[in-house]
């Protein structure tokens, strides 16, 4: 990032609220918006001593020096984007040090802090309290800035800790995927979608989409979004009691348990995400007769195969997106294809000065396009980032010789898979599990990993792997 000012980093984000809605509504409209958008955020930021270093789709991404330039460049935006003439076009914007809604200036405490004494004359902040926010692990205490000449009442803020729910909190960020996010959460905002079931292979990132989409449902469901891990799972007769203790649901003596969860979940508008299916699918069953019994309930489920049972409708989880090698973008670019967004931000994580540039980012391109953009593959091999350049990584992957991956990996690793089945005692077991397994026990585990992460049931095993 070049001429980054001096002093203390604040960051200020622009959004556009709404803005799925808004390409489908007015799709000759918005690209004129857009740069429209941009134009004045950074008309906005530029004098106030911040530079915008990057704009993804509808977002604009702001550096500043000192907290109190940002705040200005923030008010001075909103002014700004309050009074163009956007031609009927409803175009909110949400300017933020996090999220907040549109017409709206969010702060965290730590931004507070550094602005101090420096609030322009008029402006406050009005405290909103401890927020859990998405992607966020420990809460936030949060403060809303209330201006004379800006809308100060908004509706509650969206955070987590709205509606009852037990979702996760993640140390990593959650990456693209916006397409797909949309489409689950209107299929599942549908009253005939009542079980919607996320399929595809181990690692492609079901659950974690699931979890996005669960988050973004929070205000949809009256009495919560429910989390219930069916990992360690194997008798699907236990799939009731998972579900049952997961809501604090508890056997009292006479009736059946699935009869207190029927009776406990009949008025309640509820949204169950049940994660890993796969080892319990003859629950299928189970699960349409809660269905049957509560109207209110909807299900969602991650599987690497369908339930098959009445009413189930399916949504394929597809890989990330991929660049197309023979015409790759400029790094800036290429950053914007999610299977190397995720690797880079990976990549980071174990390595704090990782770049994409113009060396490495073919290797990375290639990477990315060999592990098939499968999620869980993708965060593995970037993890290697700390040991390999992304052209090291690639060069083991592919042989020196020029030989292509699938002919090179032969022999060795089906040792590793034939110990990892022999180890689970001849059950099935999924590729991340395999993977997890043979990264403990093989020197080389992430070519291993990556024809791991390829397999598909039932024969992962006989997939050719490389040498551990
Ligand atoms: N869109 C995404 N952004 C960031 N990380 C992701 C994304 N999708 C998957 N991952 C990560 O990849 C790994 C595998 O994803 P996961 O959801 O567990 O796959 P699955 O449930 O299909 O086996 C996890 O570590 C997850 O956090
Ligand atoms: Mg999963």
Same mark, same amino acid.
């Not at 049957?292 to 989880?317: C, D, H, K, N």
């Given at each position: 990032m070049p ?6 980093f604040?960051f200020l984000f622009t959004d556009i609220a709404g803005s799925i809605k808004l390409w ?6 918005m690209p004129s918006a857009l740069a429209r958008h941009d134009a004045l955020v950074r008309?906005a930021v530029?004098?106030?001593?911040g530079r915008v270093f990057k704009t993804v789709g509808d977002a604009c991404y702001a550096v500043f ?5 940002a705040?200005?460049a923030a008010?001075?935006a909103?002014?700004?984007l ?9 175009l909110r914007v949400r300017v933020a040090l996090h999220a907040g809604?549109g ?30 926010l998405r992607d ?8 809303? %800035? %209330? ?25 990593t960020s959650f990456i693209g995927r916006e397409r797909q996010v949309a ?29 996005q989409?669960?988050?973004d ?52 508008? %509820? ?49 990330l997106a991929l660049p ?5 973008p400029p790094p800036e670019l290429l950053l914007k294809v999610t299977a190397v967004a995720l690797f880079a931000e990976r990549a980071r ?6 770049a994409l540039?113009?060396?490495?980012a073919?290797?990375v391109?290639?990477?990315c ?100």
């Open positions: 001429d980054l000012p001096a002093g203390h604040v489908e509504q007015y799709p000759q409209a008309h530029e004098p106030s001593g020096g000192a907290a109190a330039d705040l200005a008010l001075a909103q002014h700004a309050m009074a163009e003439d956007w031609d009927q076009l409803p809604h017409g709206q200036i969010l702060l965290t405490r730590a931004v507070l802090e550094l602005i101090g004494e420096r609030l322009p004359p008029g402006v406050e902040s009005r405290d909103l309290g401890e927020r859990r966020i692990t420990r809460p936030e205490r949060i403060y809303q %800035v %209330v201006a004379p000449d800006l809308p100060s009442d908004f509706p509650p803020l969206r955070t987590l800790d709205l509606r009852p729910n037990n979702l996760p909190a993640f140390s489409a689950i959460c209107a299929l599942l905002r549908r009253a005939d979608v009542r079980l919607l079931t996320l399929t595809g292979a181990g690692g492609t990132g079901k659950t974690r989409l699931a979890l989409v669960a988050a449902l929070l205000d949809d469901f009256e009495h919560g979004v429910f989390f219930v891990s069916l990992a360690v799972i194997r008798d699907p007769a236990l799939v009731i009691a998972a579900i049952a203790q997961t809501l604090g649901v508890q056997e009292n003596g006479n009736p059946s348990l699935v009869e207190i969860l029927k009776h406990y979940l009949h008025d309640r508008q %509820v949204l169950l995400l049940l994660d890993n299916f796969e080892q319990a699918v003859t629950a299928g069953p189970k699960v349409t007769e809660l269905l049957a019994s509560a109207p209110r309930l909807q299900v969602m489920v991650t599987s690497r195969a369908l339930l098959q049972v009445y009413g189930e409708r399916e949504f394929l989880v597809p890989p197309d090698l023979r015409r790759l994580a174990v390595q704090a000065d990782f540039t113009t060396e490495n073919p290797a391109a290639e990477i396009t060999r592990l098939d953009g499968l999620p869980l593959a993708i965060e593995l091999a970037a993890a290697r980032c700390k040991l390999f350049s992304p052209q090291a990584m690639l060069a083991r992957l592919t042989g020196t010789s020029g030989q292509s991956s699938l002919q090179m990996l032969t022999t060795g690793a089906r040792a590793t898979c034939r110990l990892a089945n022999r180890r689970c005692a001849g059950r099935w077991i999924g590729a991340t599990t395999c993977w997890t397994w043979a990264r403990k026990n093989c020197s080389r585990g992430w070519p291993c990993l990556w024809a791991v992460a390829r397999s598909r049931p039932p024969k992962w095993c006989a997939i050719p792997a490389t040498i551990c």
